[in-house]
């Protein structure tokens, strides 16, 4: 059974969709369940100025989505980085456990989308 705050992110996505000129991409899937999710960011300032997301897979993927782009809008890198798979269960009132590899998924995206930011700022310097 799903939470109120997972049926609304559900139906409600928030930041749903692609930008165009990130600063950084996460791509990651999971083989288990076959869901792909994708993140993009953008940076100003070391601060998370905006944040979206495509995400293919089921309602909780889509839930875990959303809920990561609110819980990481406008947060430095290092507190963005803070964001654990637990934090993101926590922040839509729980997940059921065989749906917890979906909040994996959307922190190991975020994450995978700062790493790539930080990896082009290097390159760029």
């Known amino acids: 059974m799903y939470s109120e705050k997972v049926m609304d992110h559900f139906s409600n996505p928030r930041n749903v969709g692609e930008i165009e000129d990130a600063d950084g991409v996460g791509e990651v899937g999971n083989p288990v369940c076959g869901d792909m ?4 960011i953008k940076v100003d300032d070391g ?16 839930a875990t989505s959303s ?7 406008g947060m430095t890198i290092e507190q963005a980085l803070e ?8 922040a839509l009132d729980g997940l059921p ?5 979906c909040s994996n998924l959307a ?9 790539d930011y930080l990896k ?4 760029g310097n």
């Open 37 to 40: 999710m994708n993140i993009y």
């Open 47 to 62: 601060k998370l100025t905006d944040i979206k997301f495509k995400t293919f897979g089921c309602g909780a993927a889509i």
């Open 67 to 73: 809920m990561i782009t609110e819980m990481a809008m």
């Open 83 to 90: 964001i654990t798979r637990d934090s993101v269960a926590d």
């Open 97 to 101: 456990p065989v749906k917890l590899h």
């Open 107 to 115: 922190a190991d995206g975020l994450h995978a989308a700062i790493e």
């Open 120 to 123: 082009k700022k290097e390159a």
